[in-house]
């Protein structure tokens, strides 16, 4: 009887050390799946955003008739991120070639609104429309002085003014 109590027992340690194992596994391997899942999820919610950003851009170059706007569309689009898996998804991954994809159909289509709009035709290279109508730098407005603001003239008056001392 002694015996087969020492046996169980063992048998008993056993199968706890093989069953915490597996548990302990099972733990691991779930929380890899679950963080690679987390990782899909927020590339996916990436790719939605700069597609939808693609096509609203899209949207407004479409409806306009003015040269200038709808380069300065073509421009925003191309620098949304910088393109060549510039979409700030993995190199070759499947969101990669759907952003890539989006952006390419909307450069394309906004090229041949503007070709359409302008009467010019200078081929499918984004680049040559861009710099054929856009706004020069110092012009206010212009897709280069989007970002920067404004000074007013009272700011440029008083500094011209206080450096005069």
């Known amino acids: 009887m002694l015996a087969c109590m020492h046996m169980s027992s063992r048998f008993a340690r056993v199968t706890v050390t093989i069953l915490s194992a597996l548990m302990l596994t099972a733990i691991v391997c779930a929380g890899y799946w679950f963080g690679r899942y987390d990782e899909l999820d927020v590339r996916t919610r990436l790719a939605a955003g700069q597609t939808t950003?693609?096509?609203?851009?899209?949207?407004?170059?479409?409806?306009?008739?003015?040269p200038e706007e709808i380069a300065a569309c073509i421009e925003h689009t191309l620098g949304y991120y910088p393109s060549g898996s510039g979409s700030g998804q993995p190199t070759g991954s499947r969101l990669d070639h759907i952003v890539e994809g989006v952006r390419r159909t909307a450069v394309d289509d906004m090229i041949r609104h503007l070709r359409a709009v302008s009467g010019v035709d200078l081929g499918d290279d984004p680049q040559k429309w861009i710099d054929k109508f856009r706004k020069p730098r110092g012009q206010p407005g212009g897709a280069a002085n989007r970002s920067q603001p404004l000074r007013s003239e009272t700011n440029d008056t008083s500094s011209a003014a206080g450096s005069g001392r």
């Open 53 to 66: 950003s693609f096509e609203s851009v899209r949207e407004k170059a479409l409806q306009s008739t003015r």
